[in-house]
């Protein structure tokens, strides 16, 4: 298979400029493959949210065109999106919350050799319902996994998403959600896990079209080796929006010199009776709880383990399955002993 470049992102872009999609595909030898999902392709949204506002929307539209696995979900589920080697695949959820419904959709990620997958996923909550989210990626180190979630929340409905990145390959996490109720929230937090020379873009969206709305976007990635993480989180704040709350933190732990953290927080506010606030650092482990710590019979790779473990601590917090918790928990251990 081989790529239209004019219609794949450039760094030129200015929402892709950190991450090099055309060099992850460059030179793969791909077939259109489908998953064997149902689905109606006429029932496809025509035209991608944000297009003309935001102009990173390409991908959605290569989805739309290229689909053939549609899979449809209005109840609790588990989803595997898994890759072969030599696949390209096009895969797209339509994920419906009914009013008052409280779901949760547990999305897992993952392939072996070389692939590409372009996902789209598309999400309407109604009014007053919950709907927890929760996402593994562990693509193979040759597997370039784009995916694009958008989202609508009604009045008093809440999203509560968790995604935890690991494994190897070339990823970037693209999410636009739109707070289209009064009182709506919206709730994203992560983990990037990153080594070799893994790539891990989470870019970030969240726009404020109703009064009394909030968002909290907590991210935290930890990078060795070669790695390369980006987080681009803006929060967009509509003139009608009042009484908006939002609130966006991204955290970095660098554990190698040659490892590179771009991060770029945004705040657009045309509101004028709200309170948003935006973090952002990059840096390495702190030597003093180190020093304490190994003064204190702690051997240095489990002190180093326990200071990482309670980094990454704040972002789980927003996971509501306690099941699910513990084995983000298990997963981040796991991590850190293959890298001790």
Not at 36 to 53: F, K, Q, R, T, Y
Not at 84 to 112: C, W, Y
Not at 251 to 273: G, V
């Amino acid at each position: 298979m081989s790529f239209a470049f004019e219609n794949i992102p450039s760094v030129k872009s200015e929402r892709w400029k950190y991450s090099n999609l055309q060099r992850a595909l460059k030179d793969l030898s791909l077939t259109p493959a489908r998953l064997g999902w149902d689905g109606n392709v006429s029932l496809l949204s025509p035209h991608a949210p944000g297009a003309m506002e935001y102009g990173d929307t390409q991908l959605w539209d290569l989805n739309a065109s290229q689909t053939k696995d549609i899979k449809f979900i209005t109840s609790n589920d588990i989803i595997d999106v898994s890759a072969k080697d030599g696949q390209s695949l096009s895969p797209r959820l339509i994920i419906d919350v009914k009013a008052g419904e409280n779901i949760t959709i547990i999305e897992n990620h993952n392939g072996d050799g070389v692939y590409w997958k372009n996902a789209v996923v598309q999400i309407n909550i109604e009014e007053n319902a919950i709907f927890n989210h929760y996402r593994t990626i562990e693509e193979s180190e040759k597997g370039v996994n784009t995916l694009f979630t958008h989202v609508k929340i009604a009045k008093g409905a809440s999203y509560n998403a968790f995604t935890m990145v690991l494994g190897d390959g070339f990823v970037r996490n693209q999410i636009h959600a739109e707070i289209m109720g009064e009182g709506a929230h919206c709730g994203l937090a992560g983990v990037n896990l990153l080594a070799s020379t893994q790539h891990a873009d989470t870019t970030i969206t969240i726009e404020h079209q109703a009064p009394h709305g909030t968002s909290n976007q907590t991210y935290k990635s930890v990078l060795t080796d070669k790695a390369h993480g980006v987080f681009q989180g803006k929060v967009h704040v509509h003139k009608v929006a009042q009484k908006t709350d939002g609130y966006q933190l991204s955290n970095a732990l660098i554990l190698s010199p040659q490892a590179e953290m771009d991060t770029k927080p945004e705040l657009e506010i045309y509101a004028d009776d709200v309170k948003c606030s935006h973090g952002a650092t990059t840096g390495k482990l702190d030597d003093d709880p180190l020093f304490y710590m190994r003064a204190r019979g702690i051997p240095e790779p489990v002190a180093r383990a326990l200071l990482i473990e309670a980094f990454c601590a704040q972002a789980l917090e927003c996971i509501a399955d306690d099941v699910f918790a513990q084995t983000m928990r298990e997963e981040i251990a796991k991590w850190l002993t293959s890298r001790a």
